[in-house]
């Protein structure tokens, strides 16, 4: 067949690969950033990219994004203090910082943080579940009160009979008998902070930066109608699209079907040694 094409066989052997130019890495860049909403930084483009067969280092992404005037919206973290009743009740901390190796639904973690709605101060409540750092239920409102949390509880998807703990902060809004019910109705354990500890619930807390610098400082919202419904577009990249560097870059979703599918497998497996073996 060489001889006949007229070629070697040493080049039958060589299948070059069509080189990509400059342009087409720095549009790759591109595409991935605004892909993201203008979030992503170096490390997490270099991931996306790595996922589309892509090798480039954070130097040379770095240099692209320069060039390109691409600027992430990451902005150094902001504190706002705010004194409030607390919680007074003995209940225990029982997640004790214990955030990682959790099963699905174990515990699931909340709190609240501020955005500005037409002139006015409104609120959002996030619910994550730690095993995957999904966000399983939201919420928005004019108020900082437990029908917040409680709106948040009621669009949660998964069965509430799988949770065990739910970790707030000693804030009032957590402590009311309205939240009470709900947890005993669905018999899930209450977990609370330490006074004066935000580190006991750092997952939750953490949670409300990147959503202040991807979600509240980018955008306006004129109503809460406009919140709500722009929240719902986040949530859902959130979970299905944004990649966490918590879970080895994968996103929330795609964490969750990919240690589901491990976990059914390797109990089919071990079914059908032990059958064997019998």
């Keep these: 067949m060489c001889k006949i094409l007229g070629i070697s066989r040493q080049a039958y052997y060589y299948h070059p ?25 170096a490390r997490k483009i270099k991931k996306e990219l790595e996922k589309r067969g892509i090798i480039l280092s954070r130097r040379k992404i770095s240099q692209i994004m320069k060039r390109r005037h691409l600027v992430s919206t990451y902005t150094k973290a902001k504190f706002k203090a705010a004194k409030t009743s607390v919680n007074e009740a003995k209940i225990a901390n029982k997640l004790k910082r214990q955030f990682s190796n959790r099963e699905p639904l174990e515990a699931i973690v909340t ?74 109705a669905f018999q899930i354990e209450r977990s609370l902070s330490r006074k004066g500890n935000p580190y006991d619930n750092a997952v939750a807390e953490s949670t409300y930066k990147p959503t202040k610098v991807e979600f509240v400082y980018p955008n306006t919202f004129a109503t809460l109608e406009e919140l709500d419904i722009h929240l719902f577009d986040y949530v859902h990249w959130w979970n299905y699209l944004r990649l966490h560097g918590s879970l080895g870059y994968e996103t929330p979703i795609a964490y969750r079907y990919a240690r589901l599918a491990k976990r059914t497998l390797e109990l089919e497996l071990g079914c059908d040694t032990n059958e064997g073996a019998a």
């Design 17 to 41: 690969k069509p080189k990509k130019s400059e342009a087409d890495f720095e549009e790759a860049v591109e595409e991935v950033f605004n892909q993201s909403r203008k979030n992503y930084g």
């Design 111 to 184: 709190d609240l943080t501020y955005v500005r709605v037409g002139g006015k101060w409104h609120y959002i409540c996030f619910i994550l579940d730690l095993f995957n750092r999904e966000i399983i239920g939201y919420s928005c409102g004019q108020n900082k009160d437990a029908e917040l949390v409680k709106k948040a509880l009621s669009r949660i998807s998964y069965p509430l009979t799988d949770v065990h703990y739910f970790h707030t902060d000693r804030g009032k809004e957590f402590d009311n008998q309205a939240i009470e019910a709900v947890l005993n």
